[in-house]
């Protein structure tokens, strides 16, 4: 991954962005920084207020893991378009399938209570999302041996779920649901824009940067670890830094400065 600031990584930035880019954002890690009550992220003004200020230019989409109308609590503002649940709710034309998504779920809810008895009591918090569900464990005292109880635990869910570990957390995802990078590319086929720079934190934004395609371009935050994003932020604090550099170079490509 390529420092989005160095000198590489704003080459990469300048010759990338041009009047045809969709911008793209995860929410927690990203827009909002990481806190131990999912209730409690705040998404910082001065990002609300350049996340408008894009979205007036150009097509801004966000696409997270957190429930649609969870997100929307937290945003503050309206993107372009908002996609919940890691890309399985609120995709155009598949409102059929969230349905069968959010009683598969309940299911496996019905079959954890049975697997994991005493879940609260062991600081995990199931967070039911509709379409997917999260089963955090940051609050747990020992969080490595809780993480080892619930990989155990989603093991013998019926029909096996898709598994994707986050930030102390397990996502549980049914197969067949439209993951983030579906998603985007989906929106951009929506939006008529023919290439989306995306910006994520966490392991379903990989569902993006995995994509393979050179049209788009995944920005990772966190250069540590390894990842298939094209370029990393060291830390959140700089979205401003990004939102502030993507407004400027989409104000020049419609020659506005
Ligand atoms: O795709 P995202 O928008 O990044 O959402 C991913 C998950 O974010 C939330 O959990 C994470 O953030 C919490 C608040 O900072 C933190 O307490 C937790 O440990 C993290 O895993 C959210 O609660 C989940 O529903 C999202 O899937």
Redo the contacts with the bound molecule.
Sequence with gaps: MTYLFSYAGRTILRRFVDRATLFAF????????????????QVPQGVQERLIRLNLLAPVV??????LA??RKHLGFTPCYLVG??GAEGLPGREQQEEEFCRQCSEWLEQLKILMPHASGCGIFI?N?GA?L?L?Y?NASDPNAVSRKLVQAISRLKPPPRRIP????E?IVPYGAPH?GEALSQLMLQTGCSKALFV???A??EDVFSLANDRILGVRVGCEGSSLADCCLFNQREILDVLDEIIQLTLKTKDLV
């Design positions: 995860d929410l927690d890690g990203t827009l909002a920084p990481i806190v131990a009550d999912p209730d409690r992220i966000i696409i997270t893991g957190r429930a969870d997100a649940n890691h967070e999302k997917t999260s955090h940051r986050g930030k102390y957390v996502n983030k994520g934190d966490d379903t934004d």
